[in-house]
């Protein structure tokens, strides 16, 4: 039989031939998509994207708000054994509700945000950049509720044992909703801030601010900066608030260094 004739790929490949199309393709280090978009398709997919995120954000809401007042029974059990809650002003209950559900709501939809986030940015990502951004997306909201998590079983039964707790004996103790609410969430919040910290440290190494000798090197700053930090996030000078915090902190930092070790992406500046 006659041999095959050669198409037309491997006719360009054996004379060095390319194509604008396969020029562009070989120059990309992008991951999924190499074509350029223009303006109007970046537009439209930021719109379509930004889309699902309110609506996962506004269906997570409407979700929360029905099942609202449990919400607060379950956020008045890290108040000590006893305290009881009441309205100082008409409507308090209503926006407490609204905060407790919109809170609710933000630690639904961020896994939704991050991944949008990651898909818009996937496209024009190069290969070594991929594999980073892709952990800092993945791991950024499970931080936060780690964070948030951590708080709620940890930090808040203590801190509001000090806060409710202090001279109970002399006072009765009647609290609040909004001020309890507002206290909650806003340490709460905070917390699951705090909790971004190794996604920090591996931005940093990776873009090499910092080695991770470096990293490694100002450890005593790095405690004592734990616990002037805690300080100023736990709203109370109770010291075992503050050192739960600042532990947790610490165990973040160097969990992270071990992780940047591993992935070796901290080794020069």
């Known amino acids: 039989m006659p041999e095959p004739e050669k198409n037309r790929e491997d006719y360009l490949k054996e004379n060095n031939i390319y194509t604008e199309e396969s020029e562009e393709v070989k120059d990309s280090d992008g991951i999924y998509d190499p074509k350029k978009k223009d303006l109007t398709e970046h537009l439209e997919e930021i719109r379509n994207r930004a889309f699902i995120v309110l609506a996962t954000l506004a269906i997570g809401f409407i979700v929360a708000f029905q099942f609202s007042e ?3 029974t379950f956020l008045e059990t890290r108040a000590p054994s006893g305290s009881s809650f009441f ?3 008409p409507g308090e209950s209503l926006f407490s509700s609204i905060k407790v559900a919109g809170f609710v709501a933000l630690l639904i939809t961020a896994p939704v945000l991050s991944s949008q986030v990651f898909s818009f940015l ?13 952990i800092i997306f993945y791991f950024a909201p499970f931080l936060f509720l780690l964070g948030t998590c951590f708080a709620f079983y940890f930090i808040l039964p203590p801190l509001l044992g000090f806060l409710l707790g202090f001279n109970s004996g002399a006072i009765e103790s009647r609290y609040g909703i909004e001020h309890f609410v507002n206290l909650t969430l ?4 905070v917390s699951g801030l705090s909790f971004q910290l190794p996604i920090i440290l591996l931005v940093a190494c990776f873009f090499k601010i910092v080695t991770l000798k470096q990293l490694f090197s100002i450890w005593r700053y790095v405690v004592m900066g734990a616990f002037v930090i805690s300080a100023f996030i736990t709203p109370t000078p109770d010291p075992l608030t503050m050192s739960i915090l600042a532990c947790a902190l610490l165990g973040l930092y160097f969990i992270t ?6 992935l070796g992406i901290g080794n020069k500046a």
């Open 70 to 72: 449990s919400l607060l």
């Open 87 to 89: 309205q100082l002003k």
């Open 122 to 134: 996937k496209p024009g990502l190069k290969k070594h950049e991929y594999k980073i951004i892709r």
């Open 186 to 189: 806003s340490l709460l919040f």
């Open 257 to 262: 260094l071990g992780v940047i070790k591993i």
